[in-house]
């Protein structure tokens, strides 16, 4: 299995695993384009923006979505699952407080968002080793952008001309969710061709 698995390069993964890995980057690449959209609006407007009207809303869509994400991932993950059961919801909570509070206090929100980004990179980091059987090329882009991600986030809060640098991260996190989706769609399809 594993021989034919790298001959022909696609996911080992089976059944509920590859549904749930599936669905759960489907949902990652919309919050990624929303994450793109939104970081637009910083660039331009400022950090503060992102807590007036429509803008504020989206933010309440990010939070949901990343709910929805974890729930497939759950499904999905054999070596994380303390991350997704401990982490995440924690990182979820810290996103969704940060929202509600940045309505009204716009700074004090914006660095609640920021930390729970921030959190975040222990969840990527396993979803990185449960990615890596899929693609290594694809995994390792996800991670890369998500450390640039990551790490610039929190500057623009203070400048909005930074903003450029996450964008950045959340391209090549995309590129690299787009491979994979690729790659389990390739592994589905070989599945029932042969099935």
């Known amino acids: 299995m594993a021989k034919e698995t790298e001959k022909n390069n696609i996911?080992?993964?089976?059944?509920?695993?590859?549904?749930?890995?599936?669905?759960?980057?489907?949902?990652?690449?919309?919050?990624a384009l929303i994450i793109a959209y939104l970081l637009l609006i910083v660039y331009r407007y400022g950090f503060e923006m992102l807590f007036r009207d429509g803008y504020f809303m989206l933010m309440i869509v990010l939070v949901a979505l990343g709910v929805l994400a974890r729930y497939f991932y759950m499904d999905a993950v054999e070596h994380a699952e303390r991350v997704f059961k401990d982490i995440a919801p924690l990182v979820l909570l810290l996103a969704f407080t940060g929202v509600l509070l940045g309505y009204k206090y716009p700074l004090y929100g914006g660095s609640l968002i920021v930390l729970s980004y921030f959190l975040e990179l222990p969840v990527a980091y396993a979803l990185f080793r449960e990615f890596q059987s899929i693609s290594i090329i694809g995994a390792s882009l996800f991670l890369a952008g998500i450390i640039v991600f990551g790490v610039s986030l929190p500057l623009t809060v203070f400048t909005r001309e930074i903003a450029i640098a996450p964008l950045l991260g959340d391209i090549i996190k995309t590129l690299g969710l787009l491979l994979l989706v690729?790659?389990?769609l390739r592994h589905q399809t070989i599945l029932d061709f042969e099935g």
């Open 11 to 31: 996911s080992p993964l089976q059944g509920k695993q590859d549904k749930g890995m599936l669905y759960g980057n489907l949902v990652s690449i919309t919050a």
């Open 182 to 184: 690729s790659r389990i």
